[in-house]
């Protein structure tokens, strides 16, 4: 149902910006659903990094605020994160997810993101 993209390695302070395409999800299941990226660091759990409830209102966790922002296009049907100014420790496999009103959680299928200092 989701395709991740964008990742990649960088440098330390380097950006990049990531994409998910709920490409097999029905317009009017996905618009109203909240979006979310999850990190998954070598040996560690997946944690929530950022989302846009479906109120609408964006959370990011702590170590990302002011340097990463969650946005979405829902005519495109896309979810974004950019990510600047970015830290050895954000390195990780990053995951889209949608929670559905319906309370379905679907997750992409993850994209790398390495940043080397």
């Known amino acids: 149902q989701l395709q991740a993209s964008g990742g990649g390695s960088v440098q330390a302070g380097g950006s990049l910006r990531l994409s998910c395409r709920a490409n097999?999800?029905?317009?009017?299941?996905?618009?109203?659903?909240?979006v979310a990226w999850y990190r998954q660091a070598p040996g560690q759990q997946r944690d929530l990094v950022a989302e846009?409830?479906?109120?609408?209102?964006?959370n990011y966790a702590d170590s990302v605020k002011g340097r990463f922002t969650i946005s979405r296009d829902n005519s495109r049907k896309m979810v974004y994160l950019q990510m600047n100014s970015l830290e050895p420790g954000d390195t990780g496999i990053y995951y889209c997810?949608?929670?559905?009103?319906?309370?379905?959680?679907?997750w992409g299928q993850g994209t790398l993101v390495t940043v080397s200092s």
């Open positions: 997810q949608v929670r559905t009103r319906a309370n379905i959680v679907y």
């Open positions: 097999r999800m029905i317009t009017s299941t996905f618009n109203p659903s909240a």
């Open positions: 846009i409830a479906t109120g609408g209102n964006k």
